[in-house]
Structures are given as structure tokens and as C-alpha cells.
């Protein structure tokens, strides 16, 4: 960069969720006035290769993050998640951390006792605390710091008026969004000749983790793959329920975006910082249950009124996550507390 910007966002962007997520926090910090450079984060692919605990997938990590934000020249530092912020340097200008979920919260026992401790003090540090679910913002109200829940902005999704899926779900990561659980479930309670699409993974994927389970693969399901956003979101309006067998949530924007396309939200308790959960038990409690398959059979009879009432009290919920009321809270509130 010939010129500093005022804010650089340090990028780990591990998954395509995180990627979005500093995607759009790069546009709101435009949107609201400010010059923000992405400084994206590389793994090698030996360094990479070593990712198969928490502990060592926080160290990868967060080592490379600190290669990357060597050097970085501007007003202001955001780091994109906790990891990032764990070993860099001290900035010499303010900084801030943003982030979906704390180490106190999914790091525990041993395996994250490094984090636990490295992490108070970066956020000690940080001038301004950036949370993007209630839950993470519970977990630092009490910091010394700002503290300023910034959700993910969530677009307005036109959902098709006739749904010729009956059911949508993402799986990308099989073991953490519970696959056998989700196949299960509409194995028991899909309609014949039903559809169940499912996303993030093809089908020799999704058949070796439901032989790893001892699951047979049910009749109906369309293993979509990784398709491009539009595609997906396509998907996701013109089914009936979206359906979630997550095993712990960070953020959980997919569930989001099915709301907004007025899906019906099918889900699991999931534990986490699931920003869902509370939605989606105000507008139908019956749709969320340890029992899938009961909240799968609820969500399948739902009839085209009550969905579509659904979906207007899902839009209405919605109104704090929007672009709109989201740049206030950038312009208003966080760029304010990090550029003097």
C-alpha cells in the first residue's frame, strides 16, 4: 500500500462463512465513510496439514495470522476472529477484535488452555470489542473495553411462492453438522417421492461419513456439492424447512438466510452462540427439538399460510440484522472508538 488505510482487517478466513463475514464487514467500514484494506491470511499446506487438534489448529493459525499482519501500515487494526489476534504483535495504533466466539466459550479443557489465557489479554488490549452473536457479546460484557455487537448482515431473500424442495440442508463439515442426524430424521419422517437437498458436499463425501456412522443413505436426498452463492440461496427459497443437526454453532449465518427467505427452521437445539435459536423458538417452538424428527414432521405439515405467516414474522425479527441498521453501528459506533 503507497498509502495507509484507515482500517486494515486482518483476514483468517478459514471457511466460507468467515469469509463472507469479513466481506461484509470490509464493505460496511466503506459503506460508512473509512478506507479499509483485507490482509488475507495464508496457511501453508504442510502447516496446514497439522491442523487436527484444536490446539494445534489455534497455534497454525494464529502463527500465520501474525506473518500476515507483520508490516501492516494504517489508522486502525480489526482482527477478524479471536485466532487472529492470539500471537500478533501489539499494534502500535488501536485495535480491535471481532469475532463469533470467544476461547472461554468453545475452547475447554486442556486443549484450550493456551487460548484461554493468551486471549484476556488481547482483549485487555483491544480498544474496541466487536461481537457478532449475543452470545460472544455475553461473554465479554464485562471487559474494559467498547464493546459493540455488529451482527452479520443478513440480505433480503426473496423465497419462491411455490417450494418444490421439501427439505434443505447445509453439511459441508459432516461430523459438525450432525449429516447423520439430519439423514435419520428424514428417513423417518420425509414424505414419499420427497426431495432433500443437501449442501457443501457430494455424495461419495456424504456416503463415507454415513458409512463412518453405520447410516444408510435415505431415499430422496440430492447431494448438491459446493455451488455458488446464488445457486444455493436459490435452493434454500424454494423449500419448505431448512433443517440444522449442527453440533455447536459460532454464529450460524446459513439458518439466518433461510429465515430471511422465510424457510421454516427446523432445528436441534444446537449449543453455541447460535443466533438463530432465539428466532426460531419464538416463531414456531414446536419446529425446535432434541427430537428431529418430530420438529422434521411439524415443519413438513406446516400449511402454505402458516409459512407464509412464518415468514413475515421472520422478517420482522430480522429488522436488526439488516445492512441498514448494521452501518449505523459501524459508522456511529465502532469506527468512532478506533480512528482518532
Same mark, same amino acid.
Given at each position: 500500500?503507497?498509502?495507509?488505510a484507515?482500517?486494515?482487517? %486482518?483476514?483468517?478466513?478459514t471457511?466460507?462463512?468467515?469469509?463472507?463475514?469479513?466481506?461484509s /464487514?470490509?464493505a460496511?467500514?466503506?459503506?460508512? +465513510?473509512?478506507?479499509c484494506s483485507?490482509?488475507?491470511?495464508?496457511?501453508?499446506?504442510?502447516? *496446514?496439514g497439522?491442523?487436527?487438534h484444536?490446539? %494445534?489448529?489455534?497455534?497454525?493459525?494464529?502463527?500465520?495470522?501474525?506473518?500476515?499482519?507483520? *508490516? %501492516?501500515?494504517?489508522?486502525?487494526?480489526? /482482527?477478524?476472529?479471536?485466532?487472529?489476534?492470539?500471537?500478533a504483535?501489539?499494534?502500535?495504533?488501536?485495535?480491535?477484535i471481532? /469475532?463469533?466466539?470467544?476461547?472461554s466459550?468453545?475452547?475447554?479443557?486442556?486443549? &484450550?488452555?493456551?487460548?484461554?489465557?493468551?486471549?484476556? &489479554?488481547?482483549?485487555?488490549?483491544?480498544?474496541?470489542?466487536?461481537?457478532?452473536?449475543?452470545g460472544?457479546?455475553?461473554?465479554?460484557?464485562?471487559?474494559?473495553?467498547?464493546?459493540?455487537?455488529?451482527p452479520?448482515?443478513?440480505?433480503?431473500i426473496?423465497g419462491?411462492?411455490?417450494r418444490?424442495?421439501?427439505a434443505?440442508?447445509?453439511? *459441508?463439515?459432516?461430523?459438525?453438522?450432525?449429516?447423520?442426524?439430519?439423514?435419520?430424521?428424514?428417513?423417518?419422517?420425509?414424505?414419499?417421492?420427497?426431495? /432433500?437437498?443437501?449442501?457443501?458436499?457430494?455424495?461419495?463425501k456424504?456416503?463415507?461419513?454415513?458409512?463412518r456412522? +453405520?447410516?444408510d443413505? #435415505?431415499? &430422496?436426498?440430492e447431494?448438491?456439492?459446493?455451488?455458488?452463492?446464488?445457486k444455493?440461496?436459490d435452493?434454500?427459497?424454494?423449500a419448505?424447512?431448512?433443517?440444522?443437526?449442527?453440533?455447536?454453532?459460532?454464529?450460524?449465518?446459513?439458518p439466518?438466510?433461510?429465515?430471511?427467505? *422465510?424457510? #421454516?427452521?427446523?432445528?436441534?437445539?444446537?449449543?453455541?452462540?447460535f443466533?438463530?435459536?432465539?428466532?426460531?423458538?419464538?416463531?414456531? #417452538?414446536?419446529?425446535?427439538?432434541?427430537?428431529?424428527?418430530?420438529?422434521?414432521?411439524?415443519g413438513?405439515?406446516?400449511?402454505?399460510s402458516?409459512?407464509?405467516y412464518?415468514?413475515e414474522?421472520?422478517?420482522?425479527?430480522?429488522?436488526?440484522?439488516?445492512?441498514?441498521?448494521?452501518?449505523?453501528?459501524?459508522?456511529?459506533?465502532v469506527l468512532?472508538?478506533?480512528?482518532?
Amino acid at each position: 500500500m503507497t498509502e495507509a488505510a484507515d482500517i486494515a482487517l %486482518v483476514s483468517l478466513g478459514t471457511t466460507p462463512g468467515l469469509v463472507h463475514s469479513d466481506e461484509s /464487514f470490509a464493505a460496511l467500514v466503506r459503506a460508512a +465513510g473509512a478506507s479499509c484494506s483485507v490482509v488475507p491470511v495464508r496457511v501453508g499446506r504442510v502447516a *496446514g496439514g497439522l491442523r487436527r487438534h484444536a490446539a %494445534v489448529t489455534d497455534l497454525v493459525e494464529a502463527l500465520a495470522a501474525r506473518r500476515a499482519a507483520s *508490516g %501492516v501500515r494504517a489508522r486502525a487494526v480489526v /482482527f477478524s476472529t479471536i485466532t487472529a489476534a492470539l500471537l500478533a504483535r501489539e499494534p502500535d495504533v488501536p485495535y480491535a477484535i471481532r /469475532f463469533d466466539a470467544t476461547a472461554s466459550l468453545n475452547r475447554h479443557g486442556w486443549g &484450550g488452555a493456551w487460548q484461554r489465557r493468551v486471549e484476556r &489479554g488481547r482483549l485487555r488490549g483491544a480498544r474496541v470489542l466487536v461481537p457478532v452473536s449475543r452470545g460472544a457479546e455475553a461473554a465479554v460484557r464485562e471487559g474494559p473495553g467498547s464493546v459493540v455487537r455488529v451482527p452479520i448482515p443478513i440480505e433480503r431473500i426473496d423465497g419462491a411462492s411455490e417450494r418444490d424442495i421439501d427439505a434443505v440442508a447445509y453439511a *459441508g463439515y459432516p461430523r459438525k453438522r450432525g449429516l447423520e442426524v439430519l439423514c435419520l430424521a428424514w428417513a423417518a419422517a420425509g414424505p414419499r417421492g420427497g426431495r /432433500f437437498v443437501i449442501g457443501g458436499l457430494d455424495r461419495d463425501k456424504g456416503r463415507r461419513w454415513l458409512d463412518r456412522c +453405520g447410516v444408510d443413505e #435415505p431415499a &430422496g436426498v440430492e447431494w448438491a456439492g459446493e455451488l455458488p452463492r446464488a445457486k444455493w440461496l436459490d435452493r434454500v427459497g424454494r423449500a419448505r424447512v431448512y433443517v440444522n443437526a449442527s453440533v455447536w454453532e459460532d454464529y450460524g449465518l446459513a439458518p439466518l438466510e433461510a429465515l430471511s427467505a *422465510g424457510t #421454516p427452521l427446523v432445528t436441534v437445539p444446537t449449543p453455541g452462540s447460535f443466533e438463530a435459536l432465539p428466532l426460531a423458538r419464538e416463531l414456531a #417452538p414446536e419446529l425446535v427439538s432434541k427430537d428431529l424428527t418430530a420438529a422434521l414432521r411439524a415443519g413438513l405439515a406446516m400449511t402454505h399460510s402458516a409459512r407464509a405467516y412464518y415468514a413475515e414474522r421472520a422478517t420482522e425479527l430480522l429488522e436488526p440484522y439488516r445492512e441498514e441498521r448494521v452501518l449505523e453501528l459501524v459508522r456511529d459506533r465502532v469506527l468512532p472508538g478506533l480512528l482518532p
